[in-house]
């Protein structure tokens, strides 16, 4: 007899059949795929209107000790009918991304200052983007240049994110 193919439920999917939404409640399958990379938009820290995005996303690619997290600005779309440019801010490799989960796992502010995407260019170099925690009454992650707030994950989105990257690292699922 053959075995069965599970069929995954249709996600939303963005202009790579292997990118993921994390909002996206049938993504959530899908988290734990190393071979998927997931994503979520940012909001505004102060939207006009609620959930405002603000062009901003945060990507898990990959897992275990080659798991990577990193920020990118999405810009306009590509002449000829391409899909969407973004500029990578910085990244975290695997160690990073557990300083980040393991410290906002104990819901007290800090920051973790993102690397330069091509280390080839500027080895060890950072990118002068941070992501920030902020654990008080509405616990978020903000991501900054200098002092400029680029956008906000916060509330459920923020807890399946951290959640897909604790998978990913290989931490202990959280109940």
Same mark, same amino acid.
């Given at each position: ?38 994503? @979520? #938009?940012? $909001? ?5 209107? !609620? %959930?405002?995005? =603000? *062009?901003?996303? +945060? ?53 973790? @200052? #993102?690397? $330069? ?5 500027? !080895? %060890?170099?950072? =990118? *002068?983007?941070? +992501? ?44």
């Amino acid at each position: 007899m053959k075995p069965q193919r599970r069929v995954l439920p249709a996600a939303a999917v963005y202009s790579r059949p292997h990118l993921w939404d994390l909002a996206d409640s049938a993504s959530a399958e899908r988290s734990a795929n190393q071979n998927e990379t997931m994503f @979520a #938009l940012l $909001e505004e820290r102060y939207p006009g209107d !609620p %959930g405002q995005i =603000s *062009g901003c996303a +945060l990507y898990i690619t990959e897992g275990g000790r080659y798991a990577w997290l990193s920020a990118h600005i999405h810009c306009a779309e590509q002449r000829g009918g391409g899909g969407p440019l973004s500029h990578c801010l910085g990244y975290l490799d695997a160690e990073g991304a557990r300083v980040l989960v393991e410290q906002s796992s104990k819901g007290i502010p800090f920051a973790v @200052a #993102l690397r $330069e995407m091509y280390p080839q260019v500027r !080895p %060890g170099a950072f =990118s *002068g983007a941070t +992501l920030n925690y902020f654990g008080d009454d509405g616990p978020e992650i903000r991501l900054y240049v200098g002092s400029h707030c680029l956008g906000v994950l916060r509330g459920q989105l923020m807890a399946a994110f951290l959640e897909c990257a604790r998978v990913r690292l290989g931490f202990e699922v959280l109940g």
